[in-house]
Structures are given as C-alpha cells and as structure tokens.
C-alpha cells in the first residue's frame, strides 16, 4: 500500500532563515506530489504540486524538489516569517486513483 | 468567490447518536471529497464524488458511515451510532474537474466530539 512519511515530526527555525521539510514516500507509480499548510483551527491550504516529469517547482518564497531516485520529497522555505508557522503536509497521487495519500505532518515553528 | 463552506464548524454528541455534517463546494467544481483527521495525525480518505458518476466509497471505515451529494452541489457525510473513536476533524475538499490532478480546495472541518 502506498506510504508517505516525513523524517522529522517538528522542526523549530529562526525568522529570517531557509525552512526545509521533508518527505518520503514508497508508491514508485505516484505521478504527483502536492504540499499544503495547515494552520491551526483551518483546513489544509495548498502551497505547492510537482508532477513526475519534474525534478524542482518554484513559487513565491517556496521550492519543491522531488527525487524520483530515492523517492524523496522535499519543501523549502526561503525567509521563513512567523505566519509560516504551521503544520505542512506532503501528499502523493497516481494516475488512476480518487484520492491523495497524505502524511502524518511537519510542525514548524518559526522563533522570532 | 467563496471557498469551501462546512457546517457546523464543532458538534458536541453522545456516543450512540446519528450525526450529520454538510459541505457546500465552490461552484462549478464537479469532484469533492471527505476526509477525517485524528488528532496529530494526517488525513484519511473517506469518499469521493464526481460529477453523476458512482462514488468511491472505498474510504469509509464502515457501514455508520455514508455520504450524498445532490448533482454538483452540497453533500452531507452522515455518521450513524456514533462511537468515541469517531471523534476527528471531518474535512471537505472540493477541486474543479477529475480531481487528483487538480488542486483540492479545501474547507475549514467540523471538529466532532463524542462522549
């Protein structure tokens, strides 16, 4: 069955440096990759996807690096600020399937 | 326009109770999910809609639970005789076309407590 996990529960960074949370998964037919933030009391906001024909998708402030190799995912904040501070989720989907496979979550805190 | 809209945002019930919670989509998106969030934990798929087609309902944990929709438009998730472990955030997503490979949208949950 499909497994998404990441490697570190919470992460603490200081205002002002580069955040990155990651993500590994086991389904090697999973074709696209989504991460959401999820702050406390709302539901999960959608950041950024990457699809498998990728290797790396920017947006404003945020990366996200998908390995294919070592089924690894990665998302990168540049400057985190306080109002980043939020649980991050990476989710994975295949070709075929009604659903996105989700993580257990990131916790990041972002210390003045 | 509006996002995701659920009601209500918490309900409190007694264990062995029906409840029913209600999700209006964004207009026009065609494929809305369910999803129920432990708490600490990641979301799980319960069920899925698209368009008139057959739901997927591989999700739902089982027979106390069942959902509609009505056309493209509002669905309610309905869970029967409520049991402890039924206590979640139920989350709504709804997404324009197939889904998957479209992003989700979603809503702020209903927080469910049974005691």
């Known amino acids: 069955g499909e497994s998404v996990g990441l490697h570190l529960p919470t992460l603490s960074v200081q205002e002002g440096d580069n955040s990155i949370i990651n993500c590994a998964y086991s389904n090697s037919a999973s074709d696209y990759f989504i991460w959401y933030k999820q702050e406390s009391g709302k539901g999960p906001q959608f950041i950024i996807d990457i699809r498998s024909n990728m290797d790396k998708r920017q947006g404003q402030r945020v990366t996200v690096l998908l390995n294919k190799t070592v089924k690894h995912l990665s998302l990168q904040i540049a400057a985190t600020q306080p109002g980043d501070s939020a649980v991050y989720f990476c989710a994975e989907g295949y070709t075929g399937a009604n659903n996105l496979f989700f993580g257990t979550g990131t916790r990041l805190t972002v210390i003045p | 326009g509006a996002g995701v809209s659920q009601s209500p945002s918490n309900k409190v019930t007694e264990k062995g109770k029906d409840v029913e919670l209600r999700c209006d989509p964004i207009?026009?998106?065609?494929?809305l999910y369910w999803y129920r969030q432990r708490l600490g934990q990641g979301l799980e798929f319960l069920i899925y809609?698209?368009?008139?087609?057959?739901?997927?309902k591989s999700g739902l944990p089982s027979d106390r639970f069942s959902a509609e929709r009505t056309g493209e438009s509002v669905s309610t998730l309905t869970i029967q005789r409520t049991q402890q472990e039924d206590s979640a955030v139920y989350l709504c997503a709804s997404s324009q076309n197939t889904g998957l490979l479209e992003t989700q949208y979603f809503g702020p949950g209903t927080r469910l407590l049974v005691l």
């Open positions: 809609f698209q368009g008139n087609s057959a739901p997927d």
């Open positions: 207009s026009g998106h065609t494929a």
